[in-house]
């Protein structure tokens, strides 16, 4: 290892190379691939472990950055894998997901004029690398308390929180309706960005940690909160937001107009041959497609038409580029792997003929001149509101105007109701995998300090 501080002035800032664009075009394989050993290594020591880590504050779990890099840089990989999962319970998914440049990387001190040390790279090469070399979680000094908590909702908020009680020798039981855990990180984030044998990964470490998934379960059906709230301590929930948002404009109800996550969702149960459910392949192959909406769910929608080999595909949004809400990263992915963005229209009306629609009724923002874009399918990712079930509402949980649950008071994260905690997108609404992990994190330790553990 050098111990060349200046060495970022010899070494310049490398992302790890990406597939070509023709196997990205056809395939759904993560786009980057793994630094190699030297790389990584030498991406470690870019770091000048400035002394006032910008980094660690703008993570929102204020992950120990030029710590594990360090450790990275010295070969201590075991040491950096353990530091990373002291604060971040799905590192290996946030170094693959998180908008780096607008939360650690952007904030990085290298960013005048070197390039910001690769640090979500780092983050997932340090724990994949870890793994693969047999590293797991130890929790053989935790002590088991007695205590039950019941988590309803398997995305990263609720794992997230088991993960912490676990790791306080408190029992946790997560109850999901899907079949597999995850949530948006299985069902929802495309296999380009984030493959699914990552998650199946971790949900084998997470039973090897004592965590219990309790699978096709939805609750307030197949098993009633009443029962949950009897036979555990405490009940965390992490449902997210599934409310899909749509323009209000006439042509949204014709065939061949579909939800965003409709769509994503059926492509993944189609590519891993799991029962579709409620969500049918939806094949966008030769078709021209426009997707409406700007941020990370619609440039998943139109990279994964690109993918299922549609003919053409279009992105639509209302304001310029500059305003787009998602990661930078991923609009630049979608660029490269042919897809065509249209700024500046604002959707009026989908166009249909009687065999089917024919196309977007757009006004450009900027001179008001209508015009119709062609298309053959049109997905609607606009985002997602609240949907809090009934029987939330029914137990007197305090929802504000936006339906989304409100938390605080007496104990961090902790709702209106004495014992029920929540967190992730139902508290935040539809947001980001880290701000749910962070969330999770946050709520376990609330309830640990209820439960006098
Ligand atoms: P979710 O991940 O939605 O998990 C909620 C879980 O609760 C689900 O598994 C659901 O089945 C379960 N559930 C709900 N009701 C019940 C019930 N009654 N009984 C049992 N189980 C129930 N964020 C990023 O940081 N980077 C990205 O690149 C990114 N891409 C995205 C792409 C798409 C298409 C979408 C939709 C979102 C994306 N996000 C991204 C946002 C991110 O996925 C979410 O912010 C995050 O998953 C929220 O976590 P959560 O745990 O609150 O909810
Ligand atoms: Fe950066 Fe996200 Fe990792 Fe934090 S969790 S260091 S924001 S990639």
Request: charged letters at 25%; a negative charge.
């Amino acid at each position: 290892m050098t111990t060349n501080v200046l060495h970022f002035l010899e070494q310049g800032r490398k992302d790890p190379d990406k597939l070509p664009k023709n196997e990205r075009q056809h395939g759904f394989k993560e786009i980057y691939r793994a630094f190699v050993q030297e790389e990584a290594v030498s991406q470690s020591e870019r770091c000048i472990s400035c002394g006032n880590p910008y980094c660690s504050w703008k993570c929102p779990v204020h992950n120990d950055i030029p710590g594990w890099l360090n450790l990275a840089a010295k070969g201590k990989l075991f040491e950096a894998a353990e530091l990373c999962h002291e604060t971040n319970s799905l590192p290996e998914v946030c170094g693959r997901v998180c908008p780096q440049d607008r939360l650690c990387e952007g904030a990085c001190t290298l960013n005048t004029g070197f390039g910001a040390v690769t640090i979500g790279s780092m983050e997932k090469w340090i724990v994949d690398n870890a793994f693969a070399q047999g590293w797991r979680p130890n929790l053989s000094h935790v002590v088991d308390t007695g205590k039950r908590v019941a988590i309803v909702g398997a995305g990263p908020a609720g794992l997230s929180c088991a993960d912490v009680l676990a790791r306080y020798g408190v029992k946790a039981v997560v109850y999901d309706r899907y079949d597999e855990i995850g949530g948006l990180l299985t069902f929802g984030i495309p296999e380009f960005k984030l493959e699914k044998r990552v998650m199946r990964q971790r949900r084998e470490i997470f039973e090897s940690m004592g965590i219990e998934f309790v699978l096709n379960c939805e609750v307030g059906k197949d098993v009633s909160f009443e029962k949950l709230q009897k036979e555990f301590d405490a009940v965390f929930l992490g449902l997210g937001t599934y409310k899909p948002v749509f323009g209000g404009f006439p042509g949204e109800e014709a065939k061949g107009v579909y939800a965003a996550l409709d769509f994503l969702i059926g492509n993944i149960r189609h590519l891993h041959e799991m029962p579709a459910g409620d969500y049918p392949f939806i094949d966008l192959k030769d078709k021209r497609v426009i997707v409406l909406g700007g941020g990370d769910t619609a440039m998943d929608c139109v990279r994964t038409a690109v993918r299922q080999g549609a003919t053409e595909v279009s992105c639509v949004y209302r304001r310029d580029e500059a305003s787009m809400p998602g990661s930078r990263r991923e609009v630049s992915n979608a660029k490269e792997e042919g897809v065509n963005f249209v700024w500046q229209r604002q959707p009026l009306a989908i166009e249909s003929a009687a065999n089917g629609i024919t196309g977007v009724r757009v006004k450009n923002t900027e001179t008001g001149i209508e015009e119709v874009l062609a298309a053959d399918a049109v997905v609607i990712a606009f985002g997602y509101r609240a949907s809090p079930p009934d029987w939330l509402k029914k137990l007197g949980v305090t929802l504000n105007d936006k339906e989304l649950v409100v938390v605080g008071g007496s104990s961090p994260f902790q709702s209106s109701v004495t014992g029920i905690y929540a967190g992730g997108d139902m508290v935040r609404g539809a947001d980001l995998v880290v701000n749910a992990v962070a969330e999770g994190r946050q709520a376990a330790k609330s309830i640990i300090k209820q439960l006098g553990v």
